[in-house]
C-alpha cells in the first residue's frame, strides 16, 4: 500500500498560483496512477487532473484546462498540481488519490488510497 500526504494549500489572490504537492510514502509511485480531486462546500467531489508514474498527465477537468498541470518528481516520489490563474471558484479542499493502475481513472471509486486533503482558497 502507499501512504499519501498533500500539502501547499492557502489564501492566495484571484490571479495568483500555487503548487500543491503529494507526498507518497510505504511504496514508490511506480506501480500507481495518481489524480487530484477536489471538493468545494455544498459541491460533488469532482476530478482535477491525473498523471501515471510512467506517464505524462492524459486529462484535466473542463474547469481547469489551460490553468493547472500534474507533474511528477521521481526522485522525490511526489506528484505536483501546479494551479496557475486561480479563481475564486477553484476554492476547495484539493485531494490527491492512488490507484494501482497504469492509467488515469476519472471516477473516485477508481482510487484506493487517499490523502488528507489540503485547503485552497481564492480570494477575490
Known amino acids: 500500500q502507499v501512504q499519501l500526504v498533500e500539502s501547499g494549500g492557502g489564501l492566495v489572490q484571484a490571479g495568483g498560483s500555487l503548487r500543491l504537492s503529494c507526498a507518497a510514502s510505504?511504496?514508490?509511485?511506480?506501480?500507481?496512477?495518481v489524480g487530484w480531486f477536489r471538493q468545494a462546500p455544498g459541491k460533488e467531489r469532482e476530478f482535477v487532473g491525473g498523471?501515471?508514474?510512467?506517464?505524462?498527465?492524459?486529462y484535466y477537468a473542463d474547469s481547469v484546462k489551460g490553468r493547472f498541470t500534474v507533474s511528477r518528481d521521481n526522485a522525490k516520489n511526489t506528484v505536483y498540481l501546479l494551479m496557475n490563474s486561480l479563481r475564486p471558484d477553484d476554492t476547495a479542499v484539493y485531494y490527491c488519490?492512488?490507484?494501482?493502475?497504469?492509467?488515469?481513472?476519472?471516477?473516485?471509486?477508481?482510487?484506493?488510497?487517499w490523502g488528507q486533503g489540503t485547503q485552497v482558497t481564492v480570494s477575490s
Open positions: 488519490a492512488a490507484a494501482l493502475s497504469t492509467r488515469v481513472y476519472l471516477a473516485r471509486y477508481e482510487y484506493d488510497y
Open positions: 510505504g511504496r514508490s509511485f511506480g506501480s500507481y496512477a
Open positions: 498523471i501515471s508514474w510512467s506517464d505524462e498527465p492524459t
